[in-house]
């Protein structure tokens, strides 16, 4: 058990380490696509998720580079890093014959390269140290005619606990160009004839022999070195030869003859000290076209002069003031310190600033005595409402929804009280009989309000008393006349059937009928007198 216990809390300990570790692994690592973007062209950060050409799918932390356009990235490092790592793949949709290039420059220096990549070649691995490094910058582009997107994929950055000092470096093609001819500038990933990767360039065509292509850029007597690479550009004719001449202020400071196609590209370095304008020239030594590249330019800046602390922006009572250190000779920040805030001076007095209501509070407050600001105040309770003497109706009743009413404040319009209103009754049309009959009990009826639609029904029996009262009456009746009829003399027959007809036809029938009737005596029926007829019954009109 002892022996458990002991092997218990070894494996504690180790995951305490190891999740320790994680944690401070994490709290390190920044994802590609978090980092400080100092520039980028054609390049999407964050982009849609994607499945690249050997089915794998990524779904977060993906950067997308139009190769095709030259997309590129450029972090801010400052020296705060030591390991850049990931996986470059290509997606699925990329055609067949695409072929790309990427080439990764820390502080303008080519740190990694990755050459004719295509959909058929696996994810690639990358790791690179990136230790005092202050700008790194991804470049892609595409060979040939076709290609078009290349990915970054789960990839990082490894900080470190302290930043370490890193040379602050520019290159040629950010300058102000004061002048050129023949001469075009790019920032876009550059491949010589060899197929090596370059940063840029400044490209010169020479067309005939002693023809001038220049450049003439602003140095502005920031930088003390230039470094770079000379290489013969792909355009170039075979047979072509040129002279490349650097010039600082006017005087020529290197030279380089006999450039050809298939020249070495040949690296360079110049001390342009205090230079103002730096002059790059190409002269033709064939009648043959002739292009030359200067790239992979890094200038140096001079080791700064710093001046004494000077106050760029005073301090107020509220807001920070600056102080700066800048170079003597370009004029550049390069110390800043912030000047705290002086902060407000009441003068004790206090001064109304706005009444209070029943809607907000009040406030008295104290002025700054430097600026005129206030800067103290305190608060004066808000007053009771006053209540309206009237109810408003905020909501009409329905005969479906109750409604409200409301009590108001009269000065701020605040409801101080709400009641409900009773749902009122529903306005109903006529009834309207849909099944049964008087015989076909139950009868169905319906009725609709006229308001809101809704439709009240009922089922009435009516003739349920009615019916045997009517069978009966019927029975009696019928009962009744037979016993008459068998009752009566044959010879009597005419008499009962007069009888019963005058009877039905709301006629009278003297009390010697009836008593004709009762007594079965014979007793002569009188045929009513009609004024048109004579005695008899004959009609005297023609008589």
């Known amino acids: 058990m002892r022996k458990f ?40 950060v964050n982009a849609e998720a994607f499945t690249d050409s050997y089915g794998n799918g990524y779904a977060s932390n993906i950067v997308e580079f139009r190769a095709d356009k030259d997309g590129f990235i450029s972090y801010d490092l400052n020296g705060a890093y030591s390991t850049f790592e990931g996986t470059i793949v290509s997606s699925n949709d990329e055609a067949s014959g695409s072929v790309i290039d990427v080439g990764i420059f820390a502080d303008g220096v080519l740190k990694y390269s990755l050459t004719d990549y295509t959909r058929q070649k696996a994810p690639e691995n990358f790791t690179i140290d990136v230790s005092g490094v202050g700008t790194l910058t991804i470049k892609t582009k595409v060979i040939g005619n076709s290609g078009r997107c290349i990915y970054f994929v789960n990839s990082r950055f490894n900080k470190i606990d302290k930043a370490s000092i890193y040379p602050v470096r520019s290159s040629l093609y950010d300058q102000v160009m004061i002048d050129s001819k023949y001469c075009n500038t790019s920032k876009a990933l550059t491949i010589d004839p060899r197929g090596d990767l370059h940063n840029g360039e400044l490209l010169f065509k020479s067309s005939v022999k002693s023809h001038e292509a220049y450049a003439m850029l602003n140095l502005g007597g920031k930088f003390v070195e230039l470094s770079g690479t000379i290489v013969a550009s792909s355009y170039m004719d075979s047979d072509s030869r040129g002279t490349i001449i650097f010039y600082l202020d006017d005087k020529e400071v290197y030279r380089l003859k006999g450039i050809k196609k298939t020249s070495d590209a040949k690296a360079f370095k110049i001390n342009v000290k205090n230079g103002k304008v730096l002059k790059i020239s190409l002269f033709n030594e064939t009648d043959d076209s002739c292009y030359v590249s200067v790239t992979d330019t890094i200038l140096k800046f001079h080791e700064h002069v710093l001046s004494d602390w000077e106050t760029a922006q005073q301090p107020t009572c509220d807001t920070e003031g600056k102080k700066v250190r800048r170079c003597t000779l370009c004029g550049e920040e390069i110390e800043t310190e912030v000047i705290p805030a002086l902060g407000h001076k009441p003068d004790g007095k206090w001064v109304r600033d706005h009444d209070s209501t029943c809607a907000e509070e009040g406030a008295d407050v104290q002025h700054c005595t430097v600026c005129g600001k206030p800067c ?18 905020e909501k009409e009743p329905t005969c479906e929804e109750k409604g409200t009413k409301v009590l108001k404040c009269s000065v701020c319009g605040e409801v101080l009280e709400r009641q409900e209103l009773d749902i009122i009754p529903h306005d109903y049309g006529n009834w309207k009989n849909v099944s049964g009959s008087f015989w076909n009990n139950p009868i169905h009826r319906e009725r609709t309000c006229n308001v809101c639609g809704y439709k009240d029904s009922e089922d009435i029996y009516p003739t349920d008393w009615l019916k045997p009262l009517v069978v009966f009456a019927s029975v009696i009746i019928i009962a009744g006349i037979g016993s008459i009829i068998i009752t009566l003399k044959l010879n009597n027959l005419p008499l009962a059937f007069s009888s019963i007809i005058r009877i039905f036809k709301k006629e009278s029938v003297t009390d010697e009928e009836i008593e004709a009737l009762i007594s079965r005596q014979d007793v002569p029926v009188q045929a009513p007198v009609d004024p048109d007829f004579g005695p008899g019954g004959q009609n005297t009109e023609n008589n």
């Open 5 to 44: 216990k002991k092997i218990l809390v070894i494996v504690s300990v180790f995951c305490m380490i190891a999740a320790s570790a994680m944690s401070s692994f994490a709290d390190t690592t920044v994802s590609m696509v978090d980092m400080h973007v100092i520039e980028s062209d054609n390049a999407k």
């Open 376 to 393: 103290e105040s305190r608060a004066i309770p808000k007053l009771p409402h006053t209540s309206s003497d009237k109810w408003v109706t």
